[in-house]
């Protein structure tokens, strides 16, 4: 069971590049989510999405973007990468009915140097 | 707005002793209340969950009661083992309509044998 698949585990850029990370998920949820884990801060909601086609910010929504093209897949793209942007980047899904817990991918590390 | 608030670590214990993770929360309704681990490397996973005042949530030895008159859902186990030493996440879903969790900032717990 393959459940949210984060690529790539790993990535260092310079300053001012872009870059895009990939979730997918097998399950057919209707909700996906990406966060932002920085030491001791627990995690932060960049952006979220309710459906194909259907997407909205979060908390820290600045220099980064969204799509939701298909079910499956909810790419991040960071746009003029900043050294703020250093953290560790989780994608989650979940079933709509209220309630549900959502389900996490292992994460993508990113340093911006 | 709805916040989490859980004791700061690091918590480290002997193996066979008693784990108390204290979460207290903050939320206009009647929220969900979550435990999630984060082991190394990986994201965040679903412990266990109460969904109304007075459940007990429980898995692999763990447990939590949501307790509305005082606003908690402190984590307990018996006994603990080596193999329990994750992050330990207090989390709560609201009543925002797409499925807005908070989560608290984690609770780093070392287990020695």
């Known amino acids: 069971n393959a459940g949210v698949t984060q690529t790539p585990k790993f990535r260092i850029l310079k300053i001012g590049q872009s870059m895009t990370l990939q979730c997918a998920q097998d399950?057919?949820?209707?909700?996906m989510y990406w966060y932002r884990q920085d030491p001791g801060m627990g995690l932060k909601l960049i952006y979220y999405?309710?459906?194909?086609?259907?997407?909205d910010k979060g908390e820290v929504p600045n220099g980064y973007n969204v799509s939701r093209s298909t079910t499956e897949d909810f790419p991040l793209r960071l746009e003029l990468a900043a050294p703020s942007q250093t953290s560790v980047y989780f994608c989650?899904?979940?079933?709509?009915?209220?309630?549900?817990?959502?389900?996490f991918g292992d994460g993508t590390r990113l340093s911006i140097l | 707005g709805d916040s989490v608030t859980q004791m700061e670590g690091p918590v480290t214990l002997s193996e066979e002793a008693f784990l108390t993770i204290n979460c207290t929360y903050t939320?206009?309704?009647?929220?969900?209340l979550f435990w999630y681990v984060q082991y190394p490397g990986e994201g965040l996973q679903l412990l266990l969950k109460?969904?109304?005042?007075?459940d007990k949530g429980s898995n692999k030895g763990f447990e939590a009661t949501y307790r509305k008159e005082t606003t908690s859902f402190h984590l307990e186990k018996g006994s603990v083992q080596v193999s329990d030493s994750a992050v330990y996440f207090c989390?709560?879903?609201?009543?925002?309509?797409?499925?807005?969790?908070?989560f608290g900032t984690g609770t780093k717990l070392q287990v020695i044998p």
């Open positions: 399950m057919n949820h209707n909700y």
């Open positions: 999405s309710v459906g194909a086609g259907i997407t």
């Open positions: 109460a969904t109304k005042a007075d």
């Open positions: 989650a899904s979940s079933l709509q009915e209220i309630n549900q817990p959502q389900h």
């Open positions: 939320a206009t309704g009647y929220p969900s």
């Open positions: 989390a709560l879903s609201g009543s925002g309509g797409y499925q807005k969790v908070t």
